[in-house]
């Protein structure tokens, strides 16, 4: 149609507006339902924001610990290096709970288990062997990825799990820092543990972590 079609004989008003009308109501329901979904989104990313600042608040809390004992400054240097890359400050605790008990304890606090009794150390040192773990230390490196997993499961934020499940898949720093943690832990039960070996470990329970992460309800935000 064009406005030579157009024709003053023709009686359009009544037909125009109730189009019009119609074309109001449309307009209105999908303004109304879109806003709906805006305003659920928003709220999710501020509970998403509390949750977080929530374990920001808790990693600050154990930063200040951790920095006044020397024996954890050559993990100082990787730990800072993955906040900086963005990596959850829940998750970080959980990495570090292997060495350093209390994060540990408040981890199981959180979810309801009972608190990690672990006291076994080598009187002599020696090589980590692949095939002679003591039952022990099995038990041990299992209950640390499980606090990962809960620190990261609950009240998890759905941004912050997003965002760590792609940092997991792909991460040469947080990689680094797990290992660094790993091999801390054998040296403090008198036990050396190869560079290569500690990636292997510490790759398979990244991966494994991210696994479970990704079986978790998460939001579209």
């Not at 037909?15 to 109001?24: F, I, L, M």
């Not at 009972?114 to 080598?122: A, G, M, S």
């Not at 499940?165 to 190869?194: A, C, D, H, P, R």
């Amino acid at each position: 149609m064009s406005l030579e079609d157009f024709s003053p004989d023709i009686d359009t008003g009544s037909e125009w507006e109730g189009q019009s009308a119609e074309a109001s109501r449309e307009q209105a329901e999908k303004f109304k339902e879109s806003a709906k979904k805006g305003t659920a989104g928003i709220k999710r990313t501020q509970k998403d924001e509390k949750k977080a600042k929530k374990q920001d608040f808790l990693l600050a809390n154990f930063l200040v610990k951790i920095i006044l004992e020397k024996k954890f400054d050559f993990l100082l240097e990787d730990l800072f290096a993955c906040i900086d890359d963005g990596t959850p400050s829940n998750f970080i605790l959980g990495v570090l709970s292997l060495v350093y008990v209390d994060i540990s304890h408040a981890i199981r606090e959180q979810s309801g288990k009972p608190q990690i009794e672990f006291h076994y150390r080598l009187e002599i040192g020696q090589a980590f062997v692949d095939h002679d773990i003591a039952p022990e230390i099995k038990d041990r490196i299992n209950l640390w990825v499980e606090d990962m997993v809960d620190v990261v499961s609950f009240e998890y934020s759905n941004i912050q799990t997003k965002r760590l499940i792609s940092l997991l898949g792909n991460n040469e720093q947080l990689l680094l820092f797990t290992m660094q943690v790993f091999s801390f832990f054998f040296k403090e039960i008198n036990m050396s543990v190869s560079q290569a070996t500690a990636k292997n470990y510490c790759q398979f329970i990244l991966w494994e972590v991210r696994k479970t992460l990704t079986t978790l309800e998460v939001e579209e935000i």
